[in-house]
């Protein structure tokens, strides 16, 4: 058991740029969820995945916001045209079935 | 939706106990949670509950749950250096596949 594994740990990028973060999910888990942590705050809910089909999307992610898993197994999230509230730590989690989630180290994105 | 409140600070001396609450408004919730922060890092699991149960124990650690006052307790036996960090509280109400976490615990240990 590998863990979740999210890439890149950090990215930092100017304001109105596209950026594009990856995550790989414990194998055998079909569920996987992001989550979107600024400065103080609990994680807050974006997108959640059974297999390749995304069932929930939270009212924060915004039209720039994407998030994909082709083929159920890893997933990426892309921000279109970035702003400076976009700057925050991103969360990756998976599960098996209604097993607990777990959660990924996150990739920080800085927004100058 | 569902709201869960923590408080936000936490002191104690090592060696002492440490108990984290954390109080939630939906009584549908089915499982709950406790996480750990450290800096840096992402969310370690640390140990959870399903709702039809009042106390759950794991080495050091003892989680009460309180359905009617929809209140949730996270007791650290011999706090150590080492567990200084930041604990959430999540909850995962029945019909949702999200969790719903509070804003943290900073629970700071004084050796």
């Known amino acids: 058991d590998t863990g979740v594994s999210q890439d890149p740990r950090h990215k930092i990028t100017k304001r109105g740029q596209n950026v594009t973060f990856r995550c790989d999910p414990i194998?055998?888990?079909?569920?996987l969820y992001w989550y979107r942590q600024t400065l103080g705050q609990g994680p807050e809910f974006l997108t959640y995945?059974?297999?390749?089909?995304?069932?929930?999307k939270s009212r924060l992610l915004s039209d720039r916001f994407s998030a994909e898993r082709p083929k159920g197994s890893f997933s990426t999230l892309e921000i279109q045209r970035t702003e400076q509230g976009d700057s925050a730590m991103y969360l990756c989690?998976?599960?098996?079935?209604?097993?607990?989630?777990?959660f990924g180290d996150g990739t920080r994105l800085s927004i100058l | 939706g569902e709201d869960v409140e923590q408080s936000l600070f936490l002191s104690v001396r090592e060696g002492d106990s440490s108990v984290i609450n954390c109080t939630y408004t939906?009584?549908?919730?089915?499982?709950l949670y406790w996480y750990k922060q450290e800096p840096g890092a992402g969310l370690q699991l640390l140990t959870y509950?399903?709702?039809?149960?009042d106390m759950k124990q794991d080495q050091r650690l003892t989680v009460l749950l309180n359905k009617k006052d929809k209140h949730l307790s996270l007791r650290i036996a011999d706090t150590q250096t080492g567990d200084s960090a930041i604990y959430f509280c999540?909850?995962?109400?029945?019909?949702?596949?999200?969790?719903?976490f509070g804003k943290g615990t900073k629970l700071s240990v004084i050796p």
């Open positions: 194998s055998e888990h079909n569920r």
């Open positions: 509950i399903f709702s039809n149960m």
């Open positions: 999540a909850v995962w109400g029945a019909g949702s596949y999200q969790l719903t």
């Open positions: 939906d009584s549908s919730s089915t499982y």
């Open positions: 989690a998976s599960s098996s079935s209604d097993q607990p989630q777990h």
């Open positions: 995945f059974q297999n390749e089909a995304q069932l929930e």
